[in-house]
């Protein structure tokens, strides 16, 4: 996967790039997230297997180390936002809780293939001149070289996603209802996992039968939904292992396993170490 030439210089984790005539381009893959935002024309967004046309107000996100191009265009003009999320750290705050947010940024992309990319996100022209101001005031702050430049830019950007999240929950389009159905499984599942869930939880919650919940996560995840729990659980252990004090049984209890042994069974299948040994090398390094 490529950086470009947008992440080499150990700058800014995000980056503005103004596409005021996007050209046919070939097959290319980054290690970056990319949300492009379509202001203006049409064309075909394509990737290794599939071919979507895109028009003034699709939003969507591409995720690092998908091959896509772009082909067939009019007076396509687009803005692509760039970012490291690992670099950024931002703290989502209540945003984790919103089902647009998972949508839109982690179940849509999963799901683009079963449904033809009609699940995407549309916005109006109105919508689209206020993004557009809120990213030429990142794109101001980013060439400012002012201290609170990147503060400053990153806070744009929260208004951005923030804005995002709350118009894909306002969705009624078949397609992007089914994703939300599964992307408030996922904002439950976040929002619990240090309690005891169940599959029938899950089920109540998205309004459909077991079968079909496991379905749409096996499409969208490649993993059951007790897997998706279990790496949750997985992933909040990792950040305690690294960041605190607290002891193995202490963790293990605070993310949601019913004892410290099942809980060192999981980690080391997911991780291939166990978590005294991954807290030895990995607490609080900073990378």
């Known amino acids: 996967m490529k950086k470009h030439l947008y992440f080499q210089d150990n700058s800014l984790p995000i980056k503005v790039l103004w596409m005021d005539e996007q050209n046919t381009t070939e097959l290319h893959e980054h290690d970056f997230n990319e949300l492009v935002i379509v202001f203006e024309g049409e064309g075909t967004h394509y990737t ?15 995720k690092p180390g998908t091959k896509h191009g772009y082909d067939n265009t009019k007076n396509l003009k687009i803005i692509n936002l760039l970012y490291l999320p690992q670099q950024l750290n931002l703290s989502l705050y209540d945003l984790s809780n919103s089902p647009g947010y998972h949508a839109l940024f982690e179940v849509e992309p999963a799901m683009r293939q079963q449904h033809g990319f009609k699940g995407r996100l549309h916005l109006s022209s109105g919508k689209l001149e206020y993004i557009k101001k809120l990213i030429h005031s990142i794109d101001k702050e980013l060439n400012s070289a002012k201290p609170e430049a990147l503060f400053m830019a990153v806070s744009y950007f929260m208004q951005i996603i923030g804005f995002l999240s709350r118009s894909y929950t306002k969705t009624e389009i078949p397609e992007q209802m089914e994703i ?55 992933s909040s252990a990792r950040e305690m292992l690294n960041n605190s004090n607290l002891s193995i049984s202490e963790i293990a209890w605070k993310t949601g396993f019913p004892d410290s042994n099942y809980f060192s069974r999981a980690f080391k299948k997911l991780t291939g170490l166990s978590p005294r040994l991954y807290r030895k090398r990995h607490r609080f390094r900073c990378d």
């Open 48 to 62: 290794t297997n599939e071919k979507y046309h895109i028009s003034q107000g699709d939003i969507f996100l591409i």
């Open 180 to 234: 939300l159905s599964l992307s408030e499984v996922i904002t439950y599942i976040e929002s619990n996992y240090q309690h005891k869930i169940t599959i029938a939880d899950l089920t109540k919650k998205a309004f459909m039968s077991e079968i079909t919940l496991y379905r749409m996560f096996k499409k969208a995840f490649n993993m059951s939904p007790v897997n998706y729990i279990i790496s949750v659980r997985i």
